[in-house]
């Protein structure tokens, strides 16, 4: 069952806005964006298959957050466009033998008619907001990647001169490029926010060789993508990764090598800038929340809204604006 926002249909999609899943599957769980379920493994599928064990499911809905609120109005289409920038980027990352990924599929039909109720002709809702991966155990480490100074590292090297333990040259101002791009670890945090923390303490817990390992493979992911990116006229500022070790048999029981989890360089994990409005100095326009957060700011300002829960509804210029800019980062990264 599908929860339906009164409004708009969605321009990209035959179904409707998705503002919440109800599927009946095992271990859903909300995130501000995406609900996540179990999706049992195929009976029917080859035995020792990834197809024959349990998966991840991700549903990205049109769920829209700021200021850490998740708005009560949905961005009609925006999860489709969430779901096809991750896999591309998934795709993009496997097929330049950069890293292995978790994505098996994007296929909504992979979700038996069980997970719906009877009467349901919701399931084309679900078509293109559907990524199923292979299920791991989560290495419990954000691998944050920066190639500029913004947000939390900004805050850090203002106070400290250094990112995560990373020393930086003084003078920088808030959005400068960094000399080269750095590796900057966050705790996953289950509540609030994450906190980052220095390689070593990563290390610490969980251990400095695969440390070693996902510092490599996340500057590595992050400087190909984030030229891809430039050379379409998008800065990705800096990005999130998270890495796993897959649960399912990979025929050889030694081979514990992890992969790249969860939703990679969407506007959701990264900062994502234009490249022709690039200008050091202050904060710089973001490419998909730019809209919300004027909207919102100038709600705060007016005293209209104290950025508590819950959020004010979006107007419609708001909406579309931002589907139109998220709209045009997924042409522009995809093309
Ligand atoms: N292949 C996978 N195996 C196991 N867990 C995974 C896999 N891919 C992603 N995950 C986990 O699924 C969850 C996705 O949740 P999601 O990001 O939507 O919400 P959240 O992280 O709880 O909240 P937020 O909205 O703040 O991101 C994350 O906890 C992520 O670590
Ligand atoms: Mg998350």
């Not at 599957?25 to 029917?44: M, Q």
């Not at 064990?53 to 009609?76: E, H, K, N, Y």
Request: net charge negative; hydrophobic share 35%.
């Amino acid at each position: 069952m599908m929860d339906q926002h009164p409004r708009a249909q969605s321009p990209t999609n035959p179904g409707s806005a998705v503002f919440r899943s109800a599927l009946n599957l095992p271990d859903r769980r909300e995130g501000k964006v995406r609900d996540t379920y179990t999706l049992p493994g195929d009976t029917l599928a080859e035995p020792n298959t990834p197809a024959s064990q349990d998966r991840i499911l991700m549903v990205a809905s049109d769920r829209i957050s700021a200021f850490d609120v998740v708005m009560p109005t949905p961005i009609p289409g925006k999860g489709v466009l969430l779901t096809r920038v991750a896999a591309f980027w998934l795709r993009w990352i496997e097929s330049h033998g950069l890293c292995h990924t978790h994505l098996l599929s994007t296929d909504a039909d992979t979700i038996p008619d069980s997970a719906f109720a009877p009467d349901s002709t919701l399931r084309r809702d679900l078509v293109g907001r559907v990524t199923i991966g292979r299920r791991c155990r989560v290495i419990p480490i954000e691998c944050v990647v920066r190639g500029y100074l913004e947000g939390s590292g900004w805050k850090d090297y203002q106070q400290t001169g250094a990112v995560c333990g990373v020393q930086l040259p003084s003078g920088l101002r808030q959005c400068d490029r960094l000399p080269e791009p750095v590796f900057t670890p966050a705790t996953k945090a289950d509540e609030g926010h994450d906190e980052n923390i220095s390689f070593e303490t990563a290390a610490a817990s969980v251990g400095e060789a695969l440390m070693a390992w996902l510092r490599e493979r996340s500057l590595a992911i992050y400087a190909a993508a984030a030229e891809h990116a430039q050379e379409r006229g998008i800065i990705i500022a800096d990005t999130k990764f998270e890495f796993g070790i897959p649960l399912d048999p990979t025929g050889d029981p030694t081979n514990e090598e992890p992969i790249l989890i969860d939703e990679a360089l969407t506007p959701d994990s990264s900062r994502f800038w234009p490249a022709d409005r690039y200008e050091p100095g202050h904060a710089q326009p973001s490419y998909d929340k730019q809209f919300v957060r004027e909207y919102l700011q100038s709600l705060a300002e007016s005293g209209v809204w104290d950025k508590s829960p819950p959020g004010p509804e979006l107007p419609a210029e708001v909406i579309a604006g931002t589907l139109a800019r998220y709209r045009e980062a997924a042409e522009r990264l995809m093309a």
